[in-house]
């Protein structure tokens, strides 16, 4: 038994998905009127962009990506639309079908969020999300498209903790909600899908671990003086780490310790409504550094401390900041509205370079090095996997 779950990790980790196609990827809201679908799909060509997350994505947008061959991921924001897919499944049936036929299906949809951090922002509206959850995916089934992640997309909120990791927990606060979501999800094999700000950390201050190199992925993950979670010996070097193996931490405390993850949104702002101080260089500065090592800190390393073997995809937010008429209807101008990585007229705000460098794994994600039992397991999964040929 030993052995086979040896050879299915060893296995997993000889066939790990390749860096190559980048992990990293940009969010946009379709709806933003400063979004022009020709322009658009030229920038993110140009700019050698591998994956977009399309919010609120409409079949003009959909069908004006064919061809470009960048991974797509959509998120479903608009109320009334989460709404309608969510008690409607005629809807929802006609919904999917629409997206996917205006792609002629020659466009790659690789996930579906149906809800953005609900479960904090409009609790009331989660039963209807999850319900909407369901009917996408058997929408999708119905389409013979059972390969499309259909998730919900969380905030961190929900966790409490952030250093050490391994002693993250969900918030009682929002448990009865999470069990309930956690559920469907493992029931379809799907990841989990949630936003993570190491901004949002640092801000607040209150998390020692989380200082602005910490923030900033500027620690080397060989300096002695590293932070290192006392109850695991794992090593951290970075904010986004930490917040990460945090939420598989609280994952697995809830029950669910194999659960994939997918990380829908990070950013630095190129603006503060509630912080003066910065000039607009320094600001587009701290952005265009945080974004760029986000680019070449995810491609380059195998996994999390944690999990060091699974590579786990990242969405900018985003391309533009987002139109401050909409987001005023909907709810307060934070921060989190001004992350676009480009100006509202595509100007580049800062250099940015998208292409991947493979790099190979460093097994034990920085710690000690392989340990003996993991070498014996690979050469036994080895020639197991020799023998069954
Ligand atoms: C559900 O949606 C379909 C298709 O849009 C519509 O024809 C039907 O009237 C809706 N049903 C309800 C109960 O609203
Ligand atoms: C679609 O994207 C996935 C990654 O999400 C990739 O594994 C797959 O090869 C892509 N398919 C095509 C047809 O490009
Ligand atoms: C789903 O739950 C089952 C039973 O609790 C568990 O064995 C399995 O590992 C879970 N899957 C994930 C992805 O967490
Ligand atoms: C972009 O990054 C790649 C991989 O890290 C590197 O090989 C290349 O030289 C960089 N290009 C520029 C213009 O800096």
């Known amino acids: 038994m030993e052995i086979f779950l040896c050879l299915a990790v060893s296995l997993l980790f000889l066939f790990r998905p390749s860096t190559g196609q980048g992990l990293v990827g940009v969010s946009l809201r379709a709806t933003n009127h400063y979004i022009e679908q020709g322009k658009t799909i030229e920038l993110i060509n140009m700019m050698k962009i591998p994956r977009v997350r399309v919010i609120d994505p409409t079949t003009e947008f959909i069908s004006s990506l064919i061809g470009s061959g960048v991974i797509v991921s959509l998120s479903v924001e608009d109320e009334d639309t989460l709404t309608l897919i969510g008690t409607n499944k005629t809807a929802a049936c006609d919904y999917v079908r629409n997206l996917i036929a205006s792609s002629g299906r020659s466009v790659n949809i690789s996930s579906i969020s149906i809800g953005d951090e ?200 985003g391309l533009v900041n987002d139109d401050p008429v909409e987001a005023s209807s909907e709810t307060a101008i934070t921060y989190r509205s001004f992350m676009g990585i480009v100006t509202n007229y595509f100007k580049h705000r800062y250099n940015m370079n998208w292409s991947v460098v493979k790099v190979p794994p460093v097994i034990g994600g920085g710690a000690a090095g392989p340990s003996a039992t993991f070498f014996l397991c690979f050469f036994l999964s080895i020639f197991f996997f020799f023998l069954l040929l």
């Not at 944690?306 to 937010?317: A, F, G």
């Open 118 to 317: 609900i479960i904090v922002k409009k609790p009331k509206l989660i039963k209807t999300v999850l319900k909407g959850v369901e009917n996408v995916r058997e929408s999708l089934e119905g389409l013979g498209l059972p390969g499309v992640v259909v998730s919900t997309s969380h905030s961190y909120d929900m966790i409490d903790g952030v250093f050490p990791p391994s002693a993250s927990t969900f918030s009682p606060k929002y448990l009865s909600e999470i069990t309930t979501a956690l559920k469907i999800l493992n029931r379809t094999n799907t990841p989990f899908q949630i936003e993570l700000y190491p901004y949002e950390i640092y801000k607040a201050g209150k998390v020692a671990e989380a200082n602005i190199k910490y923030t900033m992925f500027e620690v080397d993950v060989k300096d002695e003086s590293i932070y290192i979670d006392p109850a695991t010996g794992l090593r951290y070097a970075s904010v986004l780490d930490m917040m990460i193996d945090s939420t598989f931490s609280a994952l697995a405390k809830a029950g669910y310790g194999n659960m994939g993850l997918e990380i829908t949104g990070t950013g630095w702002p190129n603006w503060n409504p509630d912080i003066d101080g910065l000039t607009t260089e320094e600001n587009d500065f701290m952005s265009g550094e945080y974004n760029q090592r986000v680019i070449n800190f995810v491609n380059s390393r195998p996994g999390t401390p944690l999990r060091p073997y699974e590579s786990i995809s990242v969405y900018l937010n």
